[in-house]
């Protein structure tokens, strides 16, 4: 097994997954440019494994500077592809940013690895638009984005799919994630958002430690049990044990074709109430909240059919609703006691 290069990798997923495969025996080399994470994650990670991982400063829409990282490590086999923007908000404001950012890099990688490389791209269930049917499979229409950035993930998926089909020696796994949530046990690496939290858990983490004020429920006028928005949460150290599932799929041969798309989540929807109750039922904190409108863009409900990941992808999520709350309430306590 070659080295793994993680892109985007003092990032949220990022760092976890980094984590996860020195855990699982590989050798690994970070990539960031910090547009979206923080250099002291090198540390953290430091702590967490007992030695720092081999790091680059890089920003991949650079293609010269991309073109002579890989050239400098033909150690590297595999490849796992975070760095990407991805706020649903933003892209709707920024879409040129967005889609630059987010197709430069990823074109520039494969290319500067000459497309021989195993890779497995962080994609989102925001493909699926409002499903039809749920629990959504792989194989459900992929519906028009409702924003830049869900945009850029079907995109990003179509020229995959496209490059893929003409070109053998490039490996392609997409992970279709759900709602990553939660943080290492050791509640040195999570979610580390820059300004206003966009996020569901982010924001009731801030909430709950007096950083924010109340929540705002985006919505109880839903066709749901409760009113509020269903969602599959999984927790963030369970989506990075899938990735290292996958470059081992990869690198032992066992992909069925050179492009391969999975599920990633917990199989079980949680709605936006049942989660505040969850909270506080696990974290002891109290949540003051407010029912306001429903947000734009925003689908009624999604859970993940995650049958496939469990039978080909030799995975599927161990954490609960209970572990993803208490381990994200034990990082935001974390990062008030030390500020990054
Ligand atoms: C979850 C639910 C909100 C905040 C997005 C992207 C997805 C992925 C995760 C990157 C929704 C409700 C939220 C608040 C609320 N992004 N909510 N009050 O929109 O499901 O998914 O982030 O990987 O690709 O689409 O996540 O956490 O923003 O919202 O009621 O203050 O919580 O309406 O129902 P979302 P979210």
């Not at 970070?30 to 991982?53: H, M, Y």
């Not at 890089?58 to 073109?67: G, P, S, T």
């Not at 429920?217 to 996958?246: E, M, Q, W």
């Amino acid at each position: 097994m070659g080295k793994i290069l993680v892109t985007g990798g003092t990032g949220f997923i990022g760092s976890h997954t980094a984590v996860e495969l020195i855990n699982a025996g590989y050798e690994i080399i970070l990539v960031d440019n910090f547009a979206n994470s923080d250099r002291k994650i090198l540390k953290q990670l430091e702590t967490i494994l007992g030695q720092q991982p081999e790091f680059t400063e890089l920003d991949l829409c650079d293609e010269a500077k991309v073109k002579e990282f890989a050239a400098a490590h033909p150690e590297i086999t595999g490849v796992i592809h975070f760095a990407a923007y991805k706020a649903v908000g933003e892209s709707v404001q920024q879409p040129l940013k967005y889609y630059r950012n987010n197709f430069y890099s990823l074109i520039n990688l494969i290319n500067a690895f000459d497309s021989k490389i195993d890779l497995v791209f962080s994609s989102s269930c925001t493909v699926y638009g409002q499903p039809d049917k749920l629990p959504v499979t792989e194989d459900a229409p992929v519906k028009k984005a409702e924003s830049p950035y869900g945009n850029t993930k079907q995109i990003a998926e179509e020229i995959l799919t496209e490059t893929c089909a003409v070109t053998p020696s490039l490996k392609v796994t997409s992970l279709r994630y759900f709602n990553p949530v939660g943080a290492h046990e050791s509640a040195l690496i999570g979610e580390l958002p820059i300004g206003v939290p966009q996020n569901l858990i982010p924001f009731i983490t801030q909430s709950a430690i007096g950083k924010r004020g109340p929540i705002t429920v985006y919505g109880n006028d839903y066709n749901t049990p409760d009113g509020s928005a269903i969602r599959d949460y999984i927790h963030v150290v369970d989506l990075a044990k899938a990735h290292v599932a996958a470059i081992k799929r990869m690198e032992n041969g066992q992909a069925t074709s050179n492009y391969e798309v999975f599920n990633l989540g917990t199989g079980k929807g949680t709605s936006v109430l049942e989660i505040i109750g969850a909270f506080e039922k696990s974290t002891g904190a109290q949540l003051n909240y407010t029912i306001g409108a429903r947000r734009e863009g925003d689908i009624e409900q999604v859970w993940g059919d995650v049958t496939k990941s469990a039978e080909q992808l030799n995975w599927k999520a161990e954490l609960d609703i209970n572990q993803m709350m208490s381990s994200a309430w034990a990082w935001e306590n974390y990062i008030k006691d030390n500020p990054f």
